[in-house]
C-alpha cells in the first residue's frame, strides 16, 4: 500500500463529509492571532452545514500594509483588506476549521485588525448573519477615467452566458474595451464579453480577464443591470401604484379612464395594465383608456397597475366604480361634425380636424371612418389616421357620439392622398450584393467612397434565405451554394452569416476607417450597414428575401395562415429587432436592431417557372398577397411600439405572364412601398449556355424594338404600363437598371452592328462562374474594342468588337439620362439598381443628376 501524503490526509479530512452548500455565516468564524508581525486567521465552522464560499474583510491603520499571504490572496483598497482562501480550505465542513491550512501573511507593522467580518458578519460569530449573495453580481470601479466592471458568479453552478448594461449621464461615451465589447445607444451602453470570458465559473469571476474600457470623463455609472438583474444584486423595485383613478367621461357602453403616472422603480414604465374587476381589460402605454363593450346602466368596478420592462406590476390603484349612463335618459343625437379638412399627411397618416358638434347632454366623443370602416374614435375634434399606404388616395368621414351612445349624421366627406416615402424628388434604390466582398472586392465602403451613398435613398441587401426545414427567415450559418446552377436544390441551406455579420473589417474596408478587433458581436457588412447610416441618416436599408437563387420555399411558406404568420414573425425577429443567432462569437438578441428599415420580397417567381426545382403551387398568386399583406400587419404592429415606420417593398416581373401567375397588384398595392420593376434581363445567355445563347438581344430596352424577332416584345414601357393599367400609383414604381452587361460571342454583323444577330453562346465574363456578365465598369476596361451603339428607336445601348466577335447589352449614361426623362414624364417613384458593385461612379451620377 502506497503511502498517502500529509497535505492530501488533511484535505480528505477537511472536505470529505458533505456534499458543499449555500455558504452561511451563521456557525462561522474567523479568530486572528499575531506573534510581531506574522499574522493567522483562523476558520472554523459550528453550524450544520458546510459553508462553500468564505472570505474576510477588515480594516488596518493606514500605511499598514499586508504580504507573503499563504493558503490565501490579500486585496488591498485603502485600509480595507479582503482575504479570499485557496481553493482547498474554500469549503469547510460542519465542525471543521483551517486548522494547519489557516491563511497566514506578513504585516509591515505590528498592528491589530478592526471591523473584521467573515461573510459580512462579525468574526466573533455575534450579530445577525448576512442575507445570502445575490447569485450573480457585477462590480464596478473607477481610476480616473479607466472603468472596470468584474462579475461575480455565487452560485454553484458555471454562469454560461452574461451582458451588462449600464447607464452613463448625458455626454458621457464608454470606448476602447478589452476583453469585452460595447455598444451606445444615447446614455445606454451594452457590454458584451469576449467569447472567453462569456462563462463564469461556479463560486467565481471575471478577473483576470474582466472587462476594462475608457470613459469620457470620470463618473459613475447611474444605473447597472447585468442579465435584467441589478448589478448590485438588490431586488428591482416595482414602479409605485397609478395615483388619483377618475373617468372623464362614460356613456352608455364606455367608460373612459386617467389616472396620474407612476413613478418609475428600478426599470421604466413599460404599459398600464387596466382590471374591470379581476379581469384585465386594456393594457396602454399612456395614463388613459376607455373600456367598451359595457352594459348600460350597470356598475363596474376598476383597477390600474403599472408593469415595468421587465413586467413587474405594481400594486393596484385604488378602486373606481362607475355607472354607465341609462339610454333611456336621452334619445337625441348630436348634430353632425362640420367642415371636415385634412390638415396634413405623411406617407403613412392623415391628419384630421373638424368643428365640434352640440348635443343637449354633452357630446362624448367622435367616430372617424375611412371610407365605411370605423378606424378610430377620438374625445377631441382632430384626428391622425394611422397604419395608411404612401401615394395613396383615401376618403374620410366624422360622427359625433353622445353620453349616451346616441349617434349623429355624418360630417361632409374629405379627401386626402399620402404622400410618397421619398417626399419631393425621386427615389434611387440601390442593390447590394452580400458576396461582393470576395471576388468584386465591394465592400459597404465603396458605396461611400464612390459618392454612391450620398446619392441613392435605398439600400436592399441581397440576400437572406429561407430555412428549408423550419420555414423561417435563415441566419447563422456559413454554407456556399451548388456551383450547378441547374441543381434544384442549388440554395437549400445555404446563407452567409461570416459576410454579413461575422467577419471582422481591416480599417481599409471600413466606412469609418476603424478596423474591427474581431471580437464585437456585430462584425462584416452589417456592422458596416450601420456605420454608413449613420454617416448618411437619410438612407434606409432593406433586406432582400429570395432572389433567383433563394425562392425556393417562398410558395411553403405562404402556403397557409400559420405558415405565414410564423415566417413573417421569424423574418422581423432576425432582422428588424436585431436578433441574430450565434456565429463564431457574433450575434445575440439584438445586436442588429436599427440596421434594417423594412422588407424587400424578392420571390422568383409565384406561380411561374424561376429557379430550376422552386416549389410551385397555383395557389402562390392569393398566397403572395396574403404574405405581403401579413408583412404589412405584423409591420406596423412593431411600429405601434416604436414609432418608426417600416416599408415594404418587392422586386416585381417585367414579363405580363408572370404578373397575371403570381401579383394581385392593385391589392397589395394598398400594403406596399416601392414595386421595383424588373427593366432589364429581357434577353441574354447564361454561364451554362440555358436562355438564349444563339441570338443577341437588347437586355433592358425603353421601347419595343421594331425589329425584334422574338414573340414576347419586351420593353420598359411595356412592363410598367401593366402595373398602371392595374392601379398601382406611379409614385410607387420605379424602373430597373443594369450597372452590368448581357455579353454573346461568335456574333455575326448583320444589318445593324450585331443586333439581334445569331451567336454561338455567352461572352467571356468578369468572373469565370459568371460567363456572359461584366460590371459596366469592367466591361469598359476589360472588352477591347467594343465600341459603344446607342439604339434610338428603341433606347438601348450596346457595344459591338465586330464581325464574330463579342456583342454586349448594357445601361450606360446616354440611355440612363433617356429613362429617367421618361419615367418622370410618367410621374414615376425613380429607379432602382442591380447591382451596386458594377459602377465606380459614373453611372452613379449620371442618375443623380437626371432626376435632380
Not at 118 to 137: L, Y
Not at 460 to 481: A, E, H, M, R, W
Request: hydrophobic share 35%; aromatic share 10%.
Amino acid at each position: 500500500m502506497r503511502r498517502i501524503p500529509v497535505l492530501l490526509t488533511a484535505l480528505v479530512a477537511l472536505f470529505a463529509l458533505a456534499t458543499p452548500t449555500q455558504a452561511a455565516a451563521s456557525g462561522l468564524t474567523a479568530t486572528f492571532s499575531r506573534t510581531g508581525n506574522q499574522a493567522t486567521f483562523a476558520v472554523a465552522n459550528s453550524g450544520s452545514t458546510a459553508v462553500n464560499a468564505w472570505s474576510i474583510s477588515f480594516d488596518l491603520p493606514s500605511g499598514v500594509t499586508v504580504s507573503n499571504a499563504q493558503h490565501a490572496t490579500v486585496a488591498q483598497n485603502g485600509t480595507r483588506f479582503t482575504l479570499t482562501p485557496a481553493h482547498y480550505i474554500a469549503t469547510i465542513q460542519p465542525g471543521k476549521n483551517t486548522g494547519a491550512y489557516s491563511p497566514t501573511f506578513t504585516l509591515s507593522a505590528e498592528a491589530d485588525p478592526a471591523s473584521c467580518t467573515i461573510n459580512g458578519a462579525n468574526c466573533d460569530g455575534s450579530g445577525e448573519p448576512p442575507p445570502p449573495p445575490a447569485p450573480v453580481t457585477a462590480s464596478f470601479s473607477l481610476s480616473g477615467t479607466s472603468a472596470k466592471y468584474v462579475v461575480n458568479n455565487n452560485t454553484d453552478t458555471a454562469l454560461t452566458d452574461w451582458s451588462l448594461v449600464f447607464t452613463l449621464p448625458s455626454g458621457v461615451t464608454a470606448s476602447n474595451a478589452d476583453h469585452a465589447s460595447l455598444t451606445q445607444n444615447g446614455t445606454t451602453v451594452t457590454l458584451t464579453p469576449a467569447f472567453y470570458n462569456k462563462t463564469v465559473r461556479a463560486r467565481g469571476s471575471t478577473e483576470p480577464y474582466s472587462p476594462t474600457f475608457r470613459l469620457s470623463r470620470a463618473v459613475q455609472p447611474t444605473s447597472c443591470r447585468i442579465n435584467n438583474a441589478n448589478c448590485d444584486g438588490t431586488p428591482d423595485v416595482a414602479p409605485s401604484a397609478p395615483a388619483n383613478l377618475r373617468s372623464p367621461v362614460k356613456t352608455t357602453t364606455t367608460v373612459s379612464l386617467a389616472w396620474d403616472a407612476s413613478t418609475p422603480g428600478s426599470l421604466p414604465v413599460a404599459s398600464y395594465e387596466v382590471y374591470n374587476g379581476s379581469a384585465q381589460a386594456a393594457s396602454v402605454t399612456g395614463t388613459s383608456a376607455t373600456i367598451s363593450g359595457l352594459t348600460a346602466n350597470t356598475a363596474y368596478t376598476f383597477t390600474v397597475k403599472a408593469k415595468d420592462t421587465k413586467g413587474t406590476l405594481s400594486a393596484a390603484s385604488a378602486a373606481l366604480t362607475v355607472t354607465t349612463n341609462n339610454p333611456a335618459d336621452d334619445t337625441e343625437p348630436p348634430t353632425a361634425p362640420a367642415n371636415l379638412r385634412s390638415t396634413g399627411v405623411d406617407a403613412s397618416s392623415v391628419t384630421l380636424a373638424w368643428n365640434a358638434s352640440t348635443d343637449n347632454r354633452g357630446v362624448a366623443g367622435y367616430d372617424v371612418y375611412l371610407g365605411s370602416t370605423l378606424r378610430t374614435t377620438v374625445a377631441g375634434t382632430t384626428a391622425k389616421v394611422d397604419g395608411l399606404s404612401p401615394s395613396t388616395d383615401y376618403t374620410f368621414t366624422v360622427r359625433a357620439r353622445d353620453l349616451y351612445d346616441n349617434v349623429s349624421g355624418p360630417s361632409n366627406t374629405v379627401n386626402a392622398r399620402t404622400s410618397d416615402i421619398v417626399g419631393e424628388g425621386y427615389a434611387r434604390v440601390g442593390y447590394f450584393v452580400q458576396w461582393g466582398i470576395y471576388g468584386r472586392q465591394y465592400f459597404v465602403r465603396n458605396l461611400d467612397t464612390t459618392g454612391a451613398a450620398a446619392k441613392l435613398t435605398h439600400i436592399n441587401y441581397s440576400f437572406g434565405n429561407i430555412d428549408p426545414v423550419n420555414l423561417t427567415c435563415l441566419q447563422g450559418v456559413t454554407k456556399g451554394t451548388s456551383p450547378n446552377p441547374q441543381d434544384p436544390n442549388q440554395g437549400d441551406g445555404a446563407g452567409d452569416a461570416e459576410a454579413d455579420y461575422g467577419r471582422p473589417m481591416s480599417a481599409g474596408q471600413s466606412v469609418d476607417g476603424v478596423g474591427d478587433s474581431g471580437w464585437e458581436p456585430l462584425r462584416g457588412n452589417f456592422n458596416q450597414l450601420k456605420k454608413l447610416k449613420a454617416k448618411h441618416p437619410h438612407l434606409k436599408v432593406l433586406i432582400s428575401l429570395g432572389g433567383w437563387t433563394y425562392s425556393k420555399y417562398f410558395s411553403d411558406v405562404a402556403a397557409t395562415d400559420a405558415a405565414r404568420k410564423k415566417f413573417v414573425s421569424s423574418c422581423i425577429d432576425t432582422y428588424i429587432k436585431g436578433n441574430l443567432p450565434k456565429y463564431n462569437g457574433a450575434g445575440g438578441p439584438g445586436v442588429a436592431a436599427g440596421i434594417f428599415d423594412g422588407i424587400d420580397l424578392d420571390w422568383e417567381w409565384p406561380g411561374a417557372e424561376g429557379h430550376a426545382g422552386n416549389h410551385i403551387s397555383p395557389d402562390d398568386k392569393r398566397n403572395n398577397t396574403l404574405l405581403i399583406e401579413e408583412f404589412r400587419r405584423q409591420l406596423d404592429a412593431l411600429s405601434a411600439t416604436t414609432g418608426k415606420r417600416y416599408q415594404i417593398t418587392a422586386f416585381t416581373p417585367a414579363d405580363p405572364a408572370k404578373i397575371a401567375a403570381g401579383w394581385e397588384l392593385g391589392r397589395i398595392a394598398q400594403s406596399m412601398d416601392i414595386f421595383n420593376v424588373q427593366g432589364y434581363d429581357f434577353h441574354g445567355s447564361g454561364s451554362d449556355n440555358s436562355w438564349e445563347p444563339k441570338r443577341t438581344g437588347h437586355q433592358g430596352n425603353l421601347y419595343a424594338d421594331k425589329d425584334d424577332p422574338y414573340p414576347f416584345h419586351f420593353s420598359v414601357e411595356n412592363a410598367v404600363n401593366e402595373y398602371l393599367r392595374a392601379g398601382v400609383p406611379p409614385r410607387k414604381i420605379t424602373v430597373g437598371l443594369a450597372f452590368y452587361g448581357r455579353g454573346w460571342q461568335g456574333v455575326a454583323a448583320g444589318g445593324r452592328d450585331g443586333e439581334w444577330q445569331d451567336a454561338n453562346g455567352a461572352a467571356p465574363g468578369q468572373f469565370q462562374e459568371e460567363a456572359g456578365t461584366r460590371g459596366y465598369s469592367n466591361l469598359m476596361a476589360m472588352v477591347p474594342n467594343c465600341t459603344v451603339r446607342h439604339d434610338e428607336q428603341a433606347v438601348a445601348t450596346f457595344c459591338y468588337t465586330g464581325n464574330g466577335g463579342q456583342w454586349w447589352s448594357f445601361d450606360d449614361a446616354w440611355s440612363i439620362q433617356r429613362k429617367s426623362a421618361w419615367l418622370r414624364s410618367k410621374g414615376l417613384l425613380g429607379a432602382m439598381i442591380w447591382e451596386m458593385s458594377g459602377d465606380t461612379g459614373t453611372l452613379m451620377t449620371a442618375l443623380d443628376n437626371a432626376l435632380r
